[in-house]
C-alpha cells in the first residue's frame, strides 16, 4: 500500500490526510460518535481505564482533546480518525510524549477503533500516518506502544507497522480480575521505512 500523507494545520487544528482517512484534532460534534465508541463494552474491553459510562464522562474525554490541541506546549495529540470521504467517525488514535531530551521525544502511541471497521486495515494505515507526522514534526527519535497479549489485533498491527518486540511482560496487567501478560514493541526514527 502506497501511503498518501499530507499534513494541514488550520487555524490551528491539525487535520492529516492517508489513502482512505482523515485523521484530525477533535471538535464538540464528535460527542455522539466518539461515547458510542467510548462506551462500548465489547471495543473498550482491553481498555476499561478508558471506557466510559455516561454521556457526561465521554464529553469530559474530548474536552480533554480539544483542550490539548490548543495548548501551547502540547505533549498530547488526541486524533479521530475519519473517512476521507464521508466524513463518517471511525475510531480514535493518540500521541503522548512520554520523554523530551536533547536528542528527541520518546512517544508513546495508541488506537481503538469501532467494531464495524475491524480487520479492514484502517488501525495500520491510520497509525502509519500519524508515526511518520511524529517523526517528520515532532522532533521524535522513538516510538513505543503495547497490549495485553491476548489482543492479537492490536499486536498485529504493531507487526505490520515495522515495529519490534522490546519486552515480553509476564502476569503484568490485571484485567477484569484476571492476570494477563503484556507486550511491549518499539520504533526507533532510522527504523522506519
Not at 490541541?69 to 466524513?87: E, G, L, M, Q, V
Not at 497479549?149 to 515480553?168: A, C, F, P, W, Y
Amino acid at each position: 500500500m502506497k501511503l498518501l500523507t499530507i499534513m494541514v494545520v488550520d487555524y490551528k487544528m491539525i487535520r492529516i490526510i492517508s489513502d482512505r482517512l482523515l485523521i484530525r484534532d477533535h471538535i464538540e460534534e464528535d460527542l455522539n460518535t466518539m461515547h458510542e465508541l467510548l462506551s462500548s463494552e465489547k471495543t473498550m474491553f482491553y481498555l476499561p481505564e478508558i471506557r466510559t459510562k455516561n454521556l457526561n464522562e465521554s464529553k469530559e474525554n474530548l474536552q480533554i482533546a480539544i483542550d490539548e490541541a490548543s495548548s501551547t506546549n502540547r505533549s498530547k495529540f488526541f486524533f479521530a480518525i475519519t473517512d476521507r470521504f464521508t466524513n463518517s467517525y471511525i475510531g480514535e488514535i493518540g500521541l503522548t510524549k512520554l520523554n523530551e531530551n536533547k536528542y528527541g521525544n520518546v512517544i508513546d502511541l495508541g488506537y481503538f477503533i469501532k467494531e464495524i471497521f475491524w480487520g479492514k486495515g484502517i488501525v495500520t494505515e491510520a497509525s502509519k500516518t500519524v508515526i511518520n507526522y511524529a517523526f517528520e514534526n515532532l522532533n521524535t527519535i522513538k516510538i513505543e506502544t503495547g497490549c495485553i497479549e491476548d489482543n492479537k489485533g492490536s499486536e498485529r498491527v504493531m507487526i505490520k507497522l515495522g515495529m519490534i518486540k522490546e519486552i515480553d511482560y509476564k502476569r503484568q496487567i490485571v484485567l477484569h480480575t484476571q492476570l494477563y501478560d503484556r507486550v511491549k514493541y518499539r520504533l526507533f526514527k532510522e527504523e522506519w521505512k
